[in-house]
C-alpha cells in the first residue's frame, strides 16, 4: 500500500458497520500526520479532539494545522468559538456526536483525533444529567471569572459544594465556573446530579494510540516550542491581550504556552523563565496524558506512524 505525498486522489472505501475510531496519544506523538495518511486511503471525515484547537485565532501556540492542511483534509471542531468563550464537555458531546452521524450519511469512517482525555471520556461514558449553559449564565460567569479569579471562585464553590471544590484544582477555571453554573441554573449542587449520564456514544468504538518513547517526546515538545517563538507566538499573545474580553483567567489564556507567555508579556517573568516553564508545563501535560493512556484497553498500540497497521486494525474490527 503506497502513501500519496500530495492530495488524495483516490480513496478506498470500506463497508463497515456504525464504528468510531479513536486515534490517541500524548501531545507531539504525531496524531495530526498519522491522521492525513489514514485520510490518503481510505474515506474518512476527521473530527478534532483537542480543548484548545477550539479556539479561533490561537493558532501558532496550539501548533494548529495550517490552512493548507486544514483545506486538503478538513478537521472538524476546530476554530468554532472565540477565545473569550466557555466550551464545554457537554458542548464538545453534543457537536462530536452531530460530526459522527454526518460521517455515517457519507459513508465515511469518523476518526477523532485528539489528546484531550475528558472530552474523549466524555463521549464514550456520556456525562452527568445536568442543565445546559445559556447566553446569560455564560455572561455571567465570565464576568465573575474576569472580577474575582479562579482561586476566589473556588472558595465560593466550596461554600455550596465541598465535594466539588475537593475534587477541582483551585486554578481550574473552567470547571470551577460550570460547577457554580449548574448550581446556580438548577438550584443543586453538582455532586448530587452526576451519577446519571447522557450524551454517550452507542457506536462501536475502535482506539488507535500512538505513544513514542518519553525521550522522543520532551526533545519534540523543546523544538515545537521553540519553533512556535520562531514563528511569532509571542506576537499571536500580543494580539490576544488587546483583544476586549480577554483575561489571563479564560480557559483558553490557560491553556499551556498562552499562560507563560501572557505572564511574561505582564512582565510577571523574563523570557528564559516564559521558555522554561512553557516546555515544563508542556512535558507535565504530556505525561498526565501518557497516564490516562495506559488505562485504556483493546487498542492499537504504535510506537510510530503505521498507517498500514492502523488500517489492517480498523479492517479487522468489522
Known amino acids: ?57 490561537m493558532d501558532i501556540g496550539t501548533a494548529k494545522p495550517d490552512a493548507n492542511i486544514l483545506a486538503r483534509y478538513p478537521h472538524h471542531l476546530i476554530d468554532i468559538c472565540k477565545p473569550s468563550e466557555i466550551y464545554s464537555a457537554f458542548n464538545f458531546c453534543k457537536d462530536a456526536t452531530a460530526q459522527i452521524q454526518k460521517a455515517f450519511e457519507n459513508e465515511q469512517i469518523p476518526i477523532l483525533v485528539g489528546g484531550t482525555s475528558f472530552y474523549f471520556n466524555a463521549l464514550e461514558y456520556g456525562l452527568s444529567n445536568l ?23 473556588h472558595q465560593d464553590l466550596a461554600k455550596i459544594d465541598k465535594t466539588a471544590a475537593e475534587r477541582i484544582h483551585p486554578n481550574d477555571s473552567q470547571r470551577i465556573i460550570r460547577a457554580l453554573e449548574v448550581f446556580d441554573l438548577s438550584g443543586k449542587i453538582l455532586s448530587d446530579l452526576q451519577g446519571r449520564k447522557k450524551l454517550k ?23 515545537r516550542f521553540l519553533t512556535m517563538l520562531d514563528k511569532g507566538f509571542l506576537a499571536e499573545v500580543k494580539r490576544l491581550k488587546q483583544t ?34 512553557s516546555i515544563i508545563a508542556t512535558r507535565q501535560l504530556c505525561k498526565r496524558q501518557s ?28
Open 201 to 223: 456514544t452507542n457506536y462501536t468504538i475502535k482506539k488507535i494510540i500512538l505513544t513514542p518513547s518519553r525521550t522522543k517526546l520532551h526533545q519534540r515538545i523543546e523544538k
Open 1 to 57: 500500500m503506497r502513501l500519496l505525498d500530495n492530495a488524495p486522489i483516490f480513496c478506498m472505501p470500506i463497508k463497515t458497520p456504525k464504528t468510531v475510531v479513536f486515534l490517541l496519544g500524548p501531545t507531539t506523538a504525531g496524531k495530526t500526520d498519522l491522521a492525513i495518511k489514514l485520510s490518503q486511503i481510505i474515506n474518512t471525515r476527521l473530527i478534532s479532539v483537542d480543548s484548545a484547537l477550539i479556539y479561533k485565532g
Open 244 to 277: 476586549p474580553n480577554l483575561h489571563k483567567n479564560l480557559p483558553a489564556i490557560r491553556c499551556v504556552g498562552y499562560r507563560q507567555a501572557w505572564q511574561y508579556l505582564d512582565g510577571e517573568i523574563n523570557k528564559q523563565q516564559m521558555i522554561e516553564k
Open 131 to 153: 442543565p445546559e449553559s445559556t447566553p446569560r449564565s455564560k455572561q455571567k460567569f465570565n464576568q465573575l471569572l474576569e472580577t474575582k479569579g479562579a482561586p476566589a471562585l
Open 291 to 318: 497516564t490516562w493512556l495506559k488505562d485504556q484497553t483493546n487498542a492499537l498500540l504504535l510506537k510510530t506512524s503505521d498507517p498500514e497497521k492502523a488500517i489492517d486494525f480498523i479492517q479487522n474490527t468489522y
